[in-house]
């Protein structure tokens, strides 16, 4: 079943599925919201300390279980109908628990275009390998739940308020982004939002990578072996996205495997629950295993398959803060999976479905904006997943499997750009 349908927008000028996007020309769209979102976080500096303390609080909190007491004691009653409504009332609190955590990690774009100002007010992270988390140490213990808010491991570090040990005046607590390395049994910190009790949501990722840095080398979070620090907890280094940083990002020594590269605009703030563009990943085959994204098995798809929202106009669309338009979906086509309502068999509205990309590709206006795309539905997407993928991803997937990235290609666009802006200079 296979649907291909024009974008809502009108546009002037389209390009050809198959061109060239190892250019990384500069998109004037993605440059202005960029700049629109450093515009906007300087309104947007809420309460950031009372926000991580009740954070750090939360995750101190036992998790909800299962089955609760007051499963036990509807189920005492004998009726059906009462242990029902019990263990219904039991997942909802645990849904909503693992909602409320997926919520806190900010989310970064895909790397479609070079930012006109990438080698001068940007950094580059090399990203390791491993499951995405978030670390909260507070009163005594520290925890790591996953990206999707499941808590992975509760655990002592030497992190402060990670421990008994640890713990000080104050009751410090602290918040990190990291990345838990199977292999050496470490934690990668690439992002900081709270350091003994401070937020540092608002504050810069110039500030943030510096405290990073040093804060951690404070404590004895890199050495493990003992009993209040059983995991290793060191930065990420953080490189100028110069041409030779992205360079020894890329492709210098490094205690960890790599799963491509983190871009953080230096003065972007931490926008947790959002999707940041100035946040950017970008990967290649020389610093990731897997630059085009695998099946269960660890296999390539034949077909690159997305997972976009049903909305209840038919239209499907992306997870973005502004959602994208990718196609429009017949109730026939929809019907074909399921979720539609009794009543009508109209497409039930919030549904998250997996399409594949067919022969026809995606057609693109200016801006990386979808015109048209050939879209073959393959069924539902589980609903815990959260989310539908963001543009971004989706079109730096589609570029990789038609003329994959490499170092060179960006180091190419890199230069071209600074010549650029030298010959404007001299003018």
């Given at each position: ?21 190892r ?21 947007a ?22 089955g ?9 009653t004998?009726?059906d109908?009462?242990?029902?409504l ?16 997926a ?7 895909w ?6 100002d990438l ?14 988390c ?16 499941v ?8 992190l ?5 040990q ?33 937020a540092l949501?608002?504050?810069?990722a ?8 040093s ?8 050495t ?19 041409a030779?940083?992205l360079t ?12 491509g590269?983190?871009?953080?605009h230096?003065d972007g ?8 563009p ?8 020389g610093?990731?295993?897997?630059p ?16 976009l ?14 959602p ?17 309502t009794?009543?009508?068999?109209a ?60 170092l ?7 230069a071209a ?11």
């Open positions: 079943m296979s649907a291909a349908v024009a974008a809502a927008s009108s546009v002037d000028q389209v390009h050809s599925p198959r061109r060239n996007p250019a990384l020309r500069p998109s004037r769209h993605a440059q202005d919201r960029r700049s629109a979102a450093l515009a906007r976080q300087q309104t500096r809420d309460d950031a300390n009372d926000r991580a303390r009740k954070l750090a609080m939360a995750a101190m909190e036992p998790e909800s279980p299962t609760s007491s007051q499963d036990t004691d509807m189920a005492d004998g009726t109908e009462r242990r029902r019990a263990r219904q009332t039991s997942t909802s609190a645990a849904e909503s628990t693992r909602e409320h955590w919520r806190q990690l900010m989310r970064p774009e790397m479609i275009d070079i930012p006109h080698a001068s007010d940007w950094y580059v992270l090399p990203r390791p390998e491993g499951q995405r978030l670390l909260v140490a507070a009163a005594g213990s520290t925890t790591a739940r996953s990206r999707s808010g808590q992975l491991a509760r655990f002592p570090s030497a402060p308020g990670g421990s008994r640890t713990l000080g005046p104050g009751d410090p607590f602290c918040i990190l982004d990291a990345i838990f390395h199977q292999p050496d049994e470490t934690y990668y910190v690439m992002d900081m939002m709270c350091w003994k009790g401070q949501y608002g504050c810069s110039e500030f943030r990578m510096f405290w990073v840095a804060r951690l080398m404070e404590t004895d979070a890199a493990s072996g003992c009993h209040h620090n059983p995991f290793r907890i060191v930065p990420v280094p953080a490189f100028h996205a110069s030779d940083g020894i990002a890329h492709s210098g020594p490094a205690d960890y495997g790599r799963d590269l983190l871009l953080l230096k703030i931490y926008a947790a629950g959002a999707t940041s100035l946040a950017l990943l970008w990967k290649d085959a610093c990731s295993r897997h085009v994204d695998t099946d269960a098995s660890g296999a390539v798809p034949l077909l690159q398959q997305v997972v929202l049903h909305r209840e106009d038919g239209t499907l669309v992306t997870a973005d803060e502004e994208v338009v990718v196609a429009r979906m017949s109730q026939e086509a929809a019907a074909a999976v399921g979720g539609t009794p009543a009508s068999g497409p039930a509205a919030g549904k998250l479905l997996r399409l594949n990309i067919g022969p026809g590709g995606i057609q693109l206006a200016e801006g990386y904006r979808p015109v048209a795309a050939d879209l073959q539905l393959a069924g539902g997407a589980h609903m815990r997943r959260g989310r539908a993928d963001i543009w971004s991803k989706i079109l730096f997937q589609y570029q990789a499997r038609r003329a994959p990235a490499n060179g290609a960006l180091l190419e666009a890199l750009q600074d010549a650029s802006a030298l010959l404007g200079a001299r003018r």
